[in-house]
């Protein structure tokens, strides 16, 4: 790994976004994941080999943050520094130079206006090499359906924060699957349990953005 990916992969992990970000303290007034990326391009570093170094940076912090050395502000700060590199490299993926792993429907189920943790989940995925297709809170039922069908073979991501909407979670859960036998649907909220998820016919249930983003890597084609 050069200097200059080794810097990214850092800023990444530690969540330092650019030049004029505070965070974290350590890093103040230095060079950030946006200043390095541009670096490396410009210098001819392959967008391949940064991706894959900060992938690499994601799964560390999440790994940190799932055993609790971490928590969601550290988690968000890692995924907007992600989300930075993200922007230099979109147009290597518009070009076809670099395969995003797949896609992922993703929103908050009707009923449910809720949509703080579903952003982060969006975020860390998007940031470990996925297209979200986010359809933000209070989805029904039929804008899943239109969603799918406009994105073949995606995978479908369901969040609920309310008890109280669960049922309508496990409603959608079996009209996709009705619809479309093969898609995978992956459901998660302070609700919701892997009993739950087994119960309503999801194929997994994720308690944090990290054990999601291993259930579509494991899932990616």
């Known amino acids: 790994m050069s200097e200059l990916i080794d810097k990214i992969s850092i800023c990444v992990e530690r969540g330092k976004?650019?030049?004029?970000?505070?965070?974290?303290?350590?890093?103040?007034?230095?060079?950030?994941?946006d200043?390095?990326?541009r670096e490396a391009l410009e210098k001819g570093e392959t967008p391949e080999a940064i991706l894959q170094a900060c992938n690499q940076a994601m799964e560390n912090i999440?790994?940190?943050f799932s055993r609790n050395e971490v928590f969601v502000?550290?988690?968000l700060m890692a995924a907007k520094a992600m989300n930075v590199v993200m922007e230099h490299l979109k147009p290597y993926f518009k070009s076809g130079n670099i395969k995003s792993k797949g896609v992922l429907v993703?929103?908050?189920?009707?009923?449910?206006?809720h949509d703080i943790g579903k952003n982060l989940v969006s975020m860390v995925i998007e940031g470990?090499?996925?297209k979200v297709e986010d359809l933000g809170s209070d989805v029904k039922t039929e804008k899943f359906l239109k969603a799918i069908e406009n994105c073949p073979g995606c995978i479908v991501g369901l969040s609920a924060l309310l008890t109280t909407t669960m049922g309508n979670m496990a409603k959608t859960v079996v009209e996709i699957k009705k619809?479309?036998?093969d898609i995978k649907i992956i459901v998660g909220g302070a609700p919701l349990s892997a009993r739950a998820a087994e119960e309503m016919g999801a194929d997994a249930y994720a308690a944090?953005?990290?054990?999601?983003?291993?259930y579509l890597n494991s899932w990616a084609s």
């Open 35 to 37: 200043e390095y990326t």
């Open 17 to 33: 976004v650019n030049l004029k970000a505070p965070f974290p303290p350590d890093l103040k007034e230095q060079p950030g994941a």
């Open 179 to 181: 619809q479309y036998p």
């Open 106 to 113: 993703l929103g908050t189920v009707a009923g449910d206006l």
């Open 73 to 75: 502000p550290e988690l």
């Open 128 to 130: 470990n090499g996925w």
């Open 62 to 64: 999440g790994g940190k």
């Open 208 to 214: 944090d953005p990290q054990e999601a983003v291993k």
